[in-house]
């Protein structure tokens, strides 16, 4: 009887691993089966020219530069929210304060909040305040979606921390500041991991931007321009009714999943060398 | 082992002697310190005088506020809340808990070696310039030789000589307790606080440590929190005897040691209760 037990258990372990990877696998063979014949030079250099969405000539420049302008500003910005967020908690208020207990779970909360509404949010904001669609109001609606992730995942490295570490910096006569940068050396691994998943969230994510950041068939030249950005890009060429053009779109998101994966890599390989030193 | 003989430097127990700053009171003196953590009172009405260039053992049952006294040395309560503390706290005649000490300040005084060596997440030779480093000294020569001057100071650099970029947490737990003191000696202390500084070693490290102490106890002094008394008995110059949160006695390793006057000292020394 335990023999069976065991079996069925392994069985269904096995099956589920492989349910899930040949998932993943297919998402990526359609992918690639329709976008590479679409994947051209051009489709990643050019912005789209007059009939493109009507299956002429141009490219998703715009979209791919988009997508990376509004990820590059929102990491950076949520990054400067988060790390001081996380070391306010862990290092300032004690590990078992009720501050720090509600201030987790409202993270966990807006964690898992869907990103349409996050992207609402910031269209209200943008009326409140008076600014159309642009860069800026991508950039913002973004952040606010990635930030819980960030603290996070940050939070759950930082209380793995030793209280030690704190001491043995403090009784060397360390200021806070300078504790707080030993600190932030031994974080490393765990802030690169968390920028990781706060770019697969955030730069894959079509909900937040449609309102927010609009989309232009030119590359932004400053924030208050409105951006096009890829996960929109494939929605739009999705939903045309030439063929051409719903190819494109695959193609636009084989370029997405390319960004994601080389991404992905660089974080990984820097987290590595980050984490030498980590004891 | 046997035990020690008492220092030649005094008989009395808490001998007045003059520090190296010109002081006229003992390098720390604890004067009727309390502490409390939210409503329990931990330590109870504290008195007490280290004299400097020797080393004092605290030992006492666990839980007997051993640890909470050391830290109130270099006021590591400082973070927490809910922790008060009255009374007074010497060191070279300055009130460490007067509220214009400066706390950097009186923390470079002193090195710490916790219970764990708990080294810093850079290279071997940044974990041991680390202090001279935040406290302002440049040049890559000056570092070096500090670095060198410590490490040979520990015993250690014949060991890592060839290696003294990669990663300190390479280090045998041993090495890297000395690595510790090693970084906390180049702050240039005074006084060295060990908390257990060697509960978790294996025993050749441990003795390793311990020589290490009594190798350097002209120069330093050294206030150690330990759990095994014949540890305290192989290096202790004077003893702390503490229990319930109260300091029960406080004299010379052969006063306490062998003709204690408090019942407890002698039921605690005797092996009555741990």
């Known amino acids: 009887m335990k023999k069976l037990e065991e079996k069925i258990f392994k069985f269904l372990m096995i099956g589920s691993t492989v349910l899930i990877l040949s998932v993943l696998l297919y998402i990526l063979y359609v992918i690639m089966k329709k976008g590479l014949p679409s994947l051209s030079w051009d489709m990643i250099s050019k912005i789209p020219s007059g009939g493109f969405y009507l299956g002429k000539e141009g490219g998703i420049l715009n979209a791919i530069m988009g997508s990376l302008y ?33 201030a987790r ?5 807006l964690f898992g909040i869907p990103s349409i509404v996050y992207g609402a949010f910031g269209f209200t904001l943008m009326i ?21 992730v960030m603290i996070r995942s940050i939070d759950e490295v930082a209380i793995l921390i030793p209280n030690d570490l704190v001491e043995a910096t403090k009784s060397l006569g360390a200021t806070n500041y300078e504790t707080i940068k030993v600190i932030t050396r031994q974080l490393l691994p765990g802030i690169s991991t968390a920028v990781l998943l706060s770019i697969g969230r955030g730069i894959g994510d079509a909900a937040t931007v449609l309102f927010t950041a609009g989309y232009t068939d030119s590359i932004p030249t400053s924030l208050s321009q409105p951006t096009a950005s890829l996960p929109l890009a494939i929605f739009f060429q999705l939903s045309s ?39 | 082992m046997e035990l ?99 706390v950097t300040h ?56 060839d290696r003294l970029k990669s990663p300190a947490s390479k280090l045998s737990i041993g090495q890297q307790q000395r690595l510790c003191l090693a970084r906390g000696l180049a702050v240039e202390p005074e006084i060295i606080l060990g908390d257990e500084a060697t509960s978790a070693l294996d025993p050749i490290s ?46 010379t390793a052969d006063q306490v040691f062998n003709h204690p006057k408090h019942k407890l000292t002698k039921e605690y020394i005797s092996g009555g209760f741990s």
């Open chain 1, 70 to 102: 509004l990820i590059f500003f929102s990491v950076i910005i949520s990054l400067m929210v988060s790390v001081p967020v996380v070391m306010y908690l862990n290092f300032t208020l004690r590990r078992k304060s009720r501050l720090a207990a509600f």
């Open chain 1, 105 to 109: 779970l409202t993270f966990d909360v």
């Open chain 1, 128 to 148: 409140y305040f008076g600014v159309q669609a642009s860069l800026l109001g991508g950039i913002i609606a973004i952040s606010l979606l990635i930030i819980p």
């Open chain 1, 241 to 279: 009714p030439v063929e051409e053009v719903q190819n494109r779109a695959y193609a636009a998101a084989l370029v997405l999943t390319i960004i994601i994966l080389t991404l992905s890599f660089a974080a990984r390989y820097f987290s590595r060398r980050l984490s030498k030193n980590k004891i």
């Open chain 2, 4 to 102: 020690m003989t008492a220092p030649s430097i005094a008989e009395q127990p808490t001998p007045k002697a003059k520090s190296s700053s010109g002081c006229l009171r003992p390098h720390i003196e604890v004067e009727n310190l309390n502490l409390h953590i939210q409503n329990n009172h931990i330590l109870k009405n504290i008195n007490l005088a280290i004299p400097d260039k020797s080393i004092t053992c605290i030992i006492g049952p666990s839980g007997c506020g051993k640890t909470t006294l050391l830290r109130t040395f270099n006021r590591l309560h400082d973070g927490s809340v809910d922790v008060k503390i009255t009374g007074k706290l010497f060191v070279d005649c300055e009130d460490i808990y007067d509220k214009d000490a400066e």
């Open chain 2, 106 to 161: 009186i923390r470079k005084k002193m090195g710490l070696l916790a219970q764990r060596p708990c080294s810093l997440p850079m290279s071997i030779i940044d974990n041991v310039v680390y202090g001279p480093r935040i406290h302002g000294v440049r040049g890559r020569r000056k570092l070096y030789a500090i670095a060198r001057h410590q490490l040979n100071a520990v015993g250690l650099w014949e060991e890592v000589k």
């Open chain 2, 206 to 251: 441990s003795k390793t440590i311990e020589e290490l102490f009594l190798s350097i106890k002209d120069k330093y002094t050294i206030v150690l929190v330990t759990h095994t008394l014949r540890q305290a008995k192989r290096i202790a110059d004077y003893v702390a005897f503490m229990y319930m949160g109260e300091l029960i006695e406080f004299g």
